[in-house]
């Protein structure tokens, strides 16, 4: 696991806990974070060298060697997808959607749409909260069923309890994170957390 540090993220993660946080600085705060936390979470990606010419000279250039599949996971992964796919413009794009019944905590499916054949490709999942872990491992899970064996889940937050629930899936993911919190209420919510990252973004379902 990853937990990213930097005095620049903790003040997007602020502005996104702030409860006085309007929608539209709540997307933006989230966008600028996403930037940082995929910028780490790339760090040690293969590269592939290739020569190039400046206007000077000839030196070597460097591209992704193997451009991961990003698969922002709706609603609240939405905020997160569009400057992923700015840092890593070769990347293609998946979808998942879950919303979480709010009685059970288990998460509902409602949308799928992943390449059949993920054997040799990195994956970055992309959704703001890691609570229980349900939706997450669902989303990975749907990965590995493909061959996935390299993926990362790319989240602003996480609780204890949903990072549990990862290492004992014994699925193949490694973690990046802004933040590990303290725990998860009775309510499923992350503590001291901010709040639905779906509603605080889109409005309330
Ligand atoms: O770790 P878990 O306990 O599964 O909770 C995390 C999930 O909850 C939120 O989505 P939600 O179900 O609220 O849907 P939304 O994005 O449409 O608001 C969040 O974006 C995660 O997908
Ligand atoms: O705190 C939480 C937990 C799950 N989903 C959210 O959006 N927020
Ligand atoms: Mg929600």
Do not use: C, W
């Amino acid at each position: 696991m990853l937990v990213v540090e930097h005095p620049l993220a903790r003040a997007r993660l602020t502005t996104m806990r702030d409860a006085r946080t309007d929608s539209a600085a709540f997307r933006a705060a989230l966008q600028e974070l996403t930037v940082m936390l995929i910028y780490e979470a790339m760090r040690d990606a293969p590269v592939r060298i290739e020569r190039i010419h400046t206007p000077v000279a000839r030196t070597d250039g460097y591209a992704l060697a193997n451009p991961p599949l990003l698969v922002p996971v709706l609603r609240a992964g939405l905020g997160m997808a569009d400057q992923a796919h700015k840092l890593i413009p070769d990347a293609q794009m998946g979808f998942v959607g879950l919303a979480r019944d709010e009685e059970t905590l288990q998460p509902t499916p409602y949308m799928e749409s992943l390449p059949e054949d993920l054997s040799d490709r990195p994956v970055l999942v992309l959704d703001p909260m890691l609570a229980t872990g349900g939706s997450m491992v669902h989303t990975i899970r749907l990965l590995a069923n493909r061959g996935a064996t390299d993926v990362t889940a790319v989240v602003a937050l996480a609780a204890p309890e949903g990072i549990r629930l990862l290492e004992e899936s014994g699925l193949p993911v490694r973690v990046v994170t802004a933040s590990v919190d303290e725990r998860l209420n009775d309510s499923g919510y992350i503590v001291p957390g901010l709040g639905d990252a779906g509603d605080r973004q889109y409005g309330s379902v």
